[in-house]
Antibody, heavy 121, light 107 residues
Framework: QVQLVQSGAEVKKPGSSVKVSCQAS????????VNWLRQTPGQGPEWMGN????????NLAQKFQGRVMFTADESTSTVYMEMTNLKSEDTAVYYC??????????????WGQGTLVTVSS | DIQMTQSPSTLSAAIGDRVTITCRAS??????LAWYQQKPGKAPKLLIY???TLESGVPSRFSGSGSGTEFTLTISSLQPDDFATYYC??????????FGGGTKVEI
């Protein structure tokens, strides 16, 4: 049974950074793409990008390039999302999600529980 | 970016009703479309992928159809557990993933 467990809620000041973790269990970790998405109330999820831990190279949506970084620690089966220069518009629930099977594309079968990031002065 | 437009945004229905939700893509996405169900405070749950393939464990009252730019999600007989918000998502490639704005199914 694949499980993704995310770190807890964060409250940050504008201009600061946040790092959210997503620890996987129950299946081989390294070969699957782990994606990050965020969602604000009343809106559909917004895809931010992904990383395949065994390759380590992040793939970021253009909107987030330069401000978001994904990293992976294969020893702990954990993927991290770090966002810098936070703005109030970044207040959202952030999810990690794993692809259904290797190579099937961005079909998100497994999801973390979500991490609320609040950016407020 | 490919835009996904869902209609209606809100749908009022009763137990046992047949419910249809439409999703339109701004350009052809072949059948690279998934549907998710989301309940308040929870992550989305995958229902259907490749436009019409039911994910394992999802009740057969859910079905999907369509290709190109127009898609539908149908619930054949609405059950109490189905009151939720539904999202379509296109996934033409790993550099292009977008969701619709959602359809809330309520009583």
């Amino acid at each position: 049974q694949v499980q993704l467990v995310q770190s807890g809620a964060e409250v940050k000041k504008p201009g600061s950074s946040v790092k959210v973790s997503c620890q996987a269990s129950g299946d081989t970790f390294s070969k699957y793409a782990v994606n990050w998405l965020r969602q604000t109330p009343g809106q559909g999820p917004e895809w931010m990008g992904n990383i395949i831990p065994m390759y380590g190279t992040p793939n970021l949506a253009q909107k987030f390039q330069g401000r978001v970084m994904f990293t992976a620690d294969e020893s702990t089966s954990t993927v991290y999302m770090e966002m810098t220069n936070l703005k109030s518009e970044d207040t959202a629930v952030y999810y990690c999600a794993r692809e259904r099977t290797v190579g099937t594309g961005a079909i998100f079968l497994y999801w973390g529980q979500g991490t609320l990031v609040t950016v407020s002065s | 970016d490919i835009q996904m437009t869902q209609s209606p945004s809100t749908l009022s229905a009763a137990i046992g009703d047949r419910v249809t939700i439409t999703c339109r893509a701004s350009q052809s996405i072949s059948n690279w479309l998934a549907w998710y169900q989301q309940k308040p405070g929870k992550a989305p749950k995958l229902l259907i992928y490749k436009a019409s393939t039911l994910e394992s464990g999802v009740p057969s009252r859910f079905s999907g159809s369509g290709s190109g730019t127009e898609f539908t999600l149908t619930i054949s007989s609405l059950q109490p557990d189905d009151f939720a918000t539904y999202y379509c998502q296109q996934y033409t490639n790993f550099f292009s993933v977008t969701f619709g704005g959602g359809t809330k199914v309520e009583i």
